[in-house]
């Protein structure tokens, strides 16, 4: 039976009003009323999580499609996802989950990893397809049992979160991978409605605690002009040039009607990103390189054609040369 969750991460104010501290945005929010990622509601000055339990989607996805590269290449896994967004993006891709009332099926912790095991052949579980940061409660009470059983927790998220909760939940979870929507704060303000300095505080918080790669999708006439691209790549690499990214090519989703995102952009983008990043990857697109190549030889170390061979990989060095490889399996 569907319990209500009181929320972490709030305070009580005067007028029963709460304010939420679990992302940025802050929300002051008064008696029945949610927070703008409607999954947070006030009653009666106590905040309570919507989405705790409920999922909306189920599939036992391949780690590429999440995108994850990196992190057991050729493994499949669990991926779940619940409602709402903290984001307002308007090329959406899973605008149905983020911003509808879609049908959920409500499972308690302990029954997710009863599923988990007794569904074969994966790594373990991916809270992803909607945003998995204002899932708080559940995930924070369903990662560690998912630890506890063997398997391994990932994280697909916008990285809008504030520092405290996030700190908290990352012992929990294994790999990561993060939305980098874009470069400017504008960009954040006016198609997602968020801003990018959390994120990137995100981003450099969750390298150092986990394996984490990074998506941008690069949408037409928006975020993909040169200059954007390539201080989005140096700022990643200030970091570490081995940060996989992930470059999506856009295509019209939600209530964005432009164009997709013109092949030979995403190509020199590519090519702009690989001048400060060691592993760069085109995403939505079907004939593409994917391959994994050693950085100092140029050795193909993992095929990713038609099914995924690793190869060429020694306890996580380039058979040829020696490298260590920044591979997790
Ligand atoms: S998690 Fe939701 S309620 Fe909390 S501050 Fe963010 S948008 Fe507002």
Known sequence: MKMEKEAMYYRKLDNNYVKCDLCPHDCHIP??????????????????????????????????KKPLYHFYPG????????????LACSFCQNWQIAHREPEATYVTPEQLVQVAHAHKDHIGIAYTYNEPSIWYEFIYETAPLIHEAGMKNVLV????IKDAPLRKLLPHIDAMNIDLKGFTNDFYKDLCGGALSPVKETIETAFKSCHMEITTLLVSESNDSFEEIEGLAKW??????????????????????????????MKEAETIAKKYLDYVYLGNIAEVDRNTYCPQCGEEMIDRKLTINIHSLNEKRCKKCGKNMPIVC
């Open 31 to 64: 008696h029945d009323k949610a927070g703008r990622c409607r999954v947070r509601k006030n009653e009666g000055g106590t905040l309570y999580s919507l989405n705790y339990g409920e999922i909306t989607s189920f599939a036992l996805d391949p780690i590429e």
């Open 75 to 86: 493994s499949r896994i669990l991926s779940i996802g619940s409602f709402g967004c903290n």
């Open 157 to 160: 998220t916008n990285g809008f």
């Open 236 to 265: 990643i690499g200030s970091i570490s040039r081995e940060i996989p990214l992930h470059l999506s090519r856009y295509f019209p989703a939600y209530k964005m009607e432009l164009p997709p995102t013109p092949m030979n952009l």
